[in-house]
């Protein structure tokens, strides 16, 4: 896997070395790339100074070297004697500090294929005496029977100050209280300029009790609205393991404190709200109400909601949870209260809010998922059931299941692959507008991860849906086959495929208040490549139309805000 050259001789711990440079063969696969050095008289490995090839990735590590020196054990084996490495990590972004860390270790006594005793595998094999951490460097300095080498010494430069004392033990406290210091302002079609505030109130320390309200006023259809939540375990209990506090004094010491953490077996939630919702939750409200402002593009769909529900989570593992939830919510329609935005002239205006079918909402519904990580890959399966009928005094009759799984593959030298699969339909009744499935799309010139680039706003829904958004990152391959290097900019190329279908029941078509669109029994294809890891958080992306064609609209060049490891 490597190419080899002499370079010279020099001289290692008193002994004469060849020195050779090692360059790995290709470009793809992970690999060191730096010097090693030979001993003359057996060839033995006694010193290596090698470096991670460009195939080798870590996010923000712009500097990683390793340093290790060789010894001889039996006259066969060598082993590593000291170990010194050293990282360097900056962000692209101006003005932003860079950040370094060098970590030495030394080994020695080593002991080949020896006998282990069985007594050694049932008894504890480390103990450090307590009065270690109370010894300072001078108290080592007079005891040490071998002087340090330069690395050790650099490596025991700050020991002094790093101190394990207890932490402060403060008298526990009932309240634990906190508020937004400064009011949330969105800007949407359905009520205009809307002030909110929200404020917290927990009960943590004493009683796992936490609870939070956001509220406000809105200006265009005059309207006070709000939405609360309180949330407190039922069963819970206190791991074993203990999670570590770090504080620095103000003399720079730093203080290690240690508490066991609560571990909540099976949660309780209520919620009570007279507020509105959104069909389309792939951009925060404060960025949509920007685009609003901006490009008159209000992305979401949007009807009214006034009610409650009750909630049940239990993890059954760590990676395994359940959800059970009740609601019990009146659904009702909004209209456009304002076509006023910024930079566009008054005769322009939104695109009209759609109506929805108006009724009681009541609905049982239970979701379960997990967290598989097999090391190279990875699954997040969810699936969701979801009914609602006359038995629960429903104003709607169906049943419904959501099917997704999130499937990540790591292969070394390679970018991650991913592959998002949803598959979401109508078990049996009619499913009102409001309860459609739908895909995320852009919001003008943002686009989430796994949205359709090229559709526009809610442009397919139905009572039955699929999608498959495959994507690829090379890293920077493709430059690298080239030989162009891009140095220090580390840009990714990315290939992504997106597929999705949307159907409609003739039951449901003759239920709903506001016709909908379907694919037409056809699937909706795009495809398309992205330049990510631009300053470490930006992405971009250019996709195409590859199917369902619309003259003018077929390619789309969109953004996206993340890092892209």
Do not use: C
Not at 249 to 254: A, E, I, K
Not at 271 to 281: E, L, M, S
């Amino acid at each position: 896997r490597y190419d080899y050259d002499l370079l010279g001789t020099r001289q290692i711990n008193g002994s004469n070395a060849y020195e050779i440079s090692v360059e790995p063969r290709g470009v793809i696969s992970p690999a060191f790339e730096g010097k090693i050095w030979i001993d003359q008289t057996d060839y033995s490995l006694v010193y290596v100074q090698v470096h991670p090839n460009d195939a080798l990735k870590f996010p923000l590590v712009t500097h990683a070297e390793v340093e290790q020196s060789y010894v001889q054990v039996n006259n066969t084996f060598g082993f590593p004697a000291e170990t010194h490495l050293t990282i360097g990590a900056a962000f692209q972004i101006p003005f932003t500090p860079s950040f370094s860390a060098e970590l030495t270790g030394l080994m020695q006594n080593y002991s080949v294929n020896t006998t282990i005793p069985d007594r050694i595998f049932g008894t504890k094999r480390l103990t450090i005496d307590t009065l270690s951490d109370k010894v300072d460097s001078n108290q080592w300095s007079s005891m040490r029977g071998v002087a340090l080498t330069p690395q050790e010494s650099k490596a025991y430069t700050h020991i002094d100050s790093v101190v394990k004392t207890e932490a402060p033990k403060s008298p526990p406290s009932i309240w634990s209280f906190s508020y937004s210091l400064f009011p949330l302002v969105y800007y949407d079609r359905v009520q205009s300029l809307s002030l909110r505030a929200s404020v917290s109130l927990g009960l943590s320390e004493v009683v796992p009790f936490n609870s939070s309200l956001t509220g406000g006023y809105a200006f265009g259809d005059k309207k006070f609205r709000y939405s609360g939540t309180l949330s407190t375990p039922l069963i819970w209990h206190y791991k074993e393991h203990k999670s570590t506090s770090v504080t620095m004094t103000s003399s720079g010491d730093v203080l290690l404190g240690e508490r066991k953490e609560r571990e909540d077996v099976l949660t309780a939630r209520l919620k009570v709200f007279d507020d509105i919702t959104r069909i389309g939750n792939a951009y925060e409200p404060f960025i949509n109400s920007l685009f609003t402002l901006f490009f008159r593009r209000d992305y979401p769909n949007y009807y009214e909601i006034r009610g409650g529900a009750l909630g049940l989570t239990y993890p059954i593992t760590n990676d395994i949870g359940i959800d059970i939830n009740y609601t019990n919510r009146d659904e009702r329609s909004l209209q456009n209260v304002t076509h006023k935005v910024l930079f566009f002239p008054p005769d322009t205006s939104f695109r009209l809010n759609p109506q929805i079918n108006d009724g009681t909402f009541r609905a049982i519904s239970i979701s379960a998922n997990a967290s598989i990580d097999l090391g190279k890959t990875s699954f997040a399966p969810v699936v969701t059931l979801e009914t609602t009928g006359k038995s629960l005094a429903s104003s709607f009759d169906y049943s419904a299941i959501t099917l997704e799984n999130e499937f990540t593959l790591r292969i070394p030298g390679l970018g991650p692959t991913s592959l998002l699969l949803s598959y979401e339909t109508r078990l049996s009744g009619v499913m009102p507008n409001q309860h459609l499935f739908s895909f995320e799309t852009r919001n003008v010139i943002l686009a989430d991860r796994y949205a359709f680039h090229t559709m526009s706003d809610h442009e397919y829904q139905g009572d039955a849906s699929y999608s498959a958004m495959f994507e690829q990152n090379f890293y920077d391959i493709p430059t690298r086959l080239l030989g162009i290097s891009l140095k220090p900019v580390d840009l990714h190329w990315i290939g992504f495929l997106n597929v999705g279908a949307a159907t409609l029941s003739s039951e449901s078509a003759a239920l709903l208040k506001t016709p909908i669109k379907t694919t037409n029994g056809t699937s909706f294809v795009e495809a398309g490549f992205g330049i990510g890891n631009i300053l470490n958080l930006l992405r971009i992306d250019a996709a195409w139309r590859v199917t369902h064609r619309i003259a003018g609209e077929n390619f789309a060049v969109t953004a996206t805000i993340g890092i892209s490891f």
